[in-house]
């Protein structure tokens, strides 16, 4: 029996989300698109037979036929739908981030803790990727001794919009944090922003830099640039005791020409973590058949908000802020 | 409703296929599997829950539950079983070769030409490798001029026991036969075998290069070598009038350590192409809902075999080989 | 006319310098070698006959035919000799750092703006490495428009035994502020040294991370690591506004052995940087017939030296130090 | 003393080596230049002060004050010239080909040989190109085994006008010829070159592929290519028992821009090579003191042009030609 499932926002995210478990998800059925702007959603089902469209989110949240809830509407809205899902006692994969106030995230936190099993599943899809999973693998493995050291690169091609220092950490560095702590199996102590630029760099094209202590003096350093204009470009190496671990940028061809040797970069990160966004939809379904949960725990969730947000006082105090974080209740405890 | 799919053949590649199509394809299910020796067919479905051993492929081919068949038991099999699925009207993916010699291929060509649609992939699977598809696509697109040469090369790490320098073209450089017909869209018109090895050399390591020729004058440079030991290494480069386009062998991660930089080989085709013969699954399954055919047809295959032995051939005789072949039927012919 | 060289210091840079200028520089010849330890200077002269052993670095700086003094002797008597060089009109190559102070640095500085001609050059070798002149060949050019961050890697394979916090930056990453103010052409504003490390760490392997930021507010961003045991490793990145330069470890061939795919690392910083090292001296030699100097200048010894020393007070305090400079003399200023 | 050399020619590669020799090689003085054009000549002795135009080849070889000869003038003037400076009893390094027929070199070799010594170095720069002379040690120290199979490619970005399917041989692919028997230390047994084009491909951008067999049983593959655009490519892998070794092209940085990453390729042979052809100038200036011959001899130069004559005798059979050679005289002989 296939998970139907029901997607909660029919956006850009919604939409691919939803086209990947139609068509290339083993085990899935896409059940029911809502969208506050109903021609969106209608626009999704129409090209996949056999889903409909409803009304709300309610509707889809409480729909009997909805066995798992996909939420990727705007970040505002994830908190209270979360909640929702877990009063249904359904499973829900939701958007990153979990919520964009740590109170919310741990609402949901306590709300799941009090259920007594996990239900949430926050998409930090990075943890899927097979890049960041075959670095992970190897530092378990150990094969090069214990990482002390990470550099972590993020560069957006075209910024956004609503770029500023602080949303800069708050939606794209917080890839970085949730990472940090998924590679290391360690918990942030401190974070330090640092944002400079020259006089006549637009202000959306500052850099920024973070670095991360972890609880156990690890340190990582990531670059945050949202306007690099070449290309989107994420990378990560592990400092390990007797050697390195990086990821490389997929490429499938390399290709000469006009006086340059080199392969394609992805325009975004869509192209870049097609992948990983794929392998994490079949694994959550996966998972809810198997009950054993995987990828970012509402914990987890709660954590890169917190983290972020004390980067946002970094940013204003000029130095490392501290994280600090409620008790992590006994649902959330590594084995 | 998903599509029913029954194995043939319970070894290696059929365990494979038959895990593939029941946890990674979108729209199947593995529905039965068969083997000449039972235990292993029933080991297979052991695995897969819902998944039934029959007795033998005659009973898996003619299942009223079995929508299509996957055929991986040894290649002097292949003929007879293809022609058992077109009998019964139902499609196949059979693994390379469709037959080990030219006059088998073509009495499937001729079986199903009468038939008047395709029923019959070949499992080339090189053509759903994500690194040839985009070199395809961009030799298609033209983004540099024409290829007028193309050069291949196909190491395996350890040489199969059974390898003699006929073997190499027939079981191994078949491959790069079919793969030069799928990039150039042109048909073999010549084939050179040359085989040579130093006194110290192993008969087993011996490396093969073959020259082909299309039709259109464009150069195929290949080489085949069965006992590299440093790893599974395939190749492809695509000389074009303003540039070049090359696959780059899929790593997701570099290693630095030892006094090396680098990253790591595959050890096998499996793990090299374990994307492609995914890939190869669903875009089966998904032909089979759309009624596209996909992969390579029957008439692919007859050539394939055709021109490997016309390389066997050339081995003998020491110079290039015509390879001559039969009318094409319209139903292969290309729109 | 050759320049006739004389070498103070007979350890291992100073032989290595006069092996290189007695075999491998045109216009160059080896005059005479002091060393306190007169045995080594005799083993030096031995190799290349023609060559003197001198009794003392007075006796050398004074000889009337040495035309031009290349000092590779502790760095604890750098200042000294320099400024008897400069008490003899004769022009020396000092390899860095200029002195240990900025006091003495500053004496240097002063004696030969006193002189109102540039006779030192401080041997900052990466100003002649292939890979830092084309980088800073193509930020002149401004191709890919400014850079407004640069990202730097410096790990030694084996941290020498005298290896501290503070000696790491002053002998080790005082390599790094003399290339960010090479490559961006302006100074360093501040300096923030960050150190932390796992409790089961030896301190020798401690990573550090330093963040500049230039007086124009670009941001550079420094990993020194001392005990890496992979290899010898050295990068720059040069974030600009349309893309990036990187350096790349220099390597002739790549090998593929034992599954893995890649290519030799340096051991150290000598095999690394060779040719930079003869490079440096070509271009010293040449600049002694043409008159226009080459490289670091004594002002750029004094600022190398300055900023280190502020990133040691940067480890004491925690957070950035300013970088407090005196007044350049009109001898230093860019045309 | 410094060995005083006399370039004979003036042109693009004369002006280079007499550039290269006044200020870049250690021990050697630019003396003469002569050149069919005395204002060519003069051109060049203008940059070097200190040297002579001479107003002959014959003036300049005999001329007491040249010590060496340096030839670069036109193919055909090779022989005669290098015969003259047997004549003289001077040193004479030559570019490739030694001379244009077989009997001009044998001539050659007689007359060397008859002298006793050696004095005549082919300029094959290859064997002083880094990746080369990197790839020859490995294959001597045998970490990998014994190659059995190279792979060489060489790819002009622009065809000069005179390049006909034989001149490619005789001007170009000549290089692979001396390289295979460098690396591998084997004799040419066999040459087969194939060369083929699409009807619409111009005549200079035919594409070659010469498969060489060696006296042991080793097989070379080479692709020569004069017209491939996208910048000059010159590679070389060395298959191994338990491995392969590459060439490396050469680039001290990589550039990430537009939606491409990689690095800059060299435009043509000069920059590509620039390092071999000063390595080869050092050596050979070095060869002339310490009287140990170095680079391709004249026998070396001999065998190249006969192996190149059979490569054009290929052209014309279409099959693989044997590669007879005269007796090696004793002084060609390998200790």
Redesign the interface.
């Known amino acids: 029996m296939a998970i139907r499932v029901g997607v909660v926002g029919a956006g850009v995210m919604g939409a691919d989300h939803a086209r990947v478990l ?7 059925e896409l059940e029911a698109v809502s969208d506050a702007d109903p021609t969106r959603a209608k626009a999704v089902v129409d090209r996949h037979p056999g889903a409909r469209a409803l009304a709300s989110s309610e509707d889809l949240i409480r729909d009997e036929r909805v066995d798992a809830v996909l939420v990727a509407s705007p970040d505002a809205t994830h908190g209270p739908l979360v909640l929702a899902c877990l009063a249904a006692g359904k499973p829900v994969l939701c958007e990153k981030p979990l919520a964009p106030s740590a109170e919310e995230c741990l609402a949901i936190v306590a709300r799941e803790a009090a259920l007594g099993r996990r239900l949430v599943t926050v998409g930090y899809m990075r943890r899927f990727d ?2 960041y ?3 992970w693998q ?1 530092l378990r493995a150990g094969e ?1 001794g ?1 990482a ?2 990470l ?1 972590f690169l993020h560069r957006n091609a075209v910024a956004p919009p609503y770029v500023t220092a602080a949303t800069l950490i708050t939606n794209a560095a917080v890839h970085e944090l949730d990472i940090a702590r998924y590679l290391t199996g360690r918990e942030i102590r401190s974070i ?1 922003a ?1 944002s ?6 637009p202000a959306t ?1 500052a ?1 920024q ?1 973070l ?1 991360l ?1 972890m609880d ?4 990582v ?1 990531a ?1 945050i ?1 949202m306007n ?4 989107y ?1 994420v990378r990560a190496e592990a ?1 390990c ?25 992805a ?1 975004d990160f869509r192209p870049r973590f097609a992948r990983a966004y794929h392998d994490e939809l ?1 694994a959550w379904i ?1 998972s809810l058949r198997t009950g054993v949960p995987v990828g970012a725990s509402s914990w987890d969730g709660y954590v890169a908000t917190a983290a972020a947000l004390a980067g946002v006082r970094s940013l204003e105090t000029g ?1 490392p802020v501290e994280v600090t974080l409620a008790d992590r209740p006994a649902l959330y405890r590594r084995s």
């Open positions: 139609s068509s290339a998800v083993a085990g899935a097979p890049g999973v075959e670095l190897r090069l214990r002390y050291l550099h330090h640092v400079r630029r020259t006089a006549d760099l094209s850099p830099l670095i202590e156990d003096g690890t340190l350093e670059e640039t690099a204009q070449y290309g470009d400092v005791e007797r050697g390195t671990i990086s990821l490389v940028a997929p490429h499938d061809v390399a290709v000469l020409q006009a006086g340059q040797g080199g392969f394609p970069l325009a079949q996966d130095g």
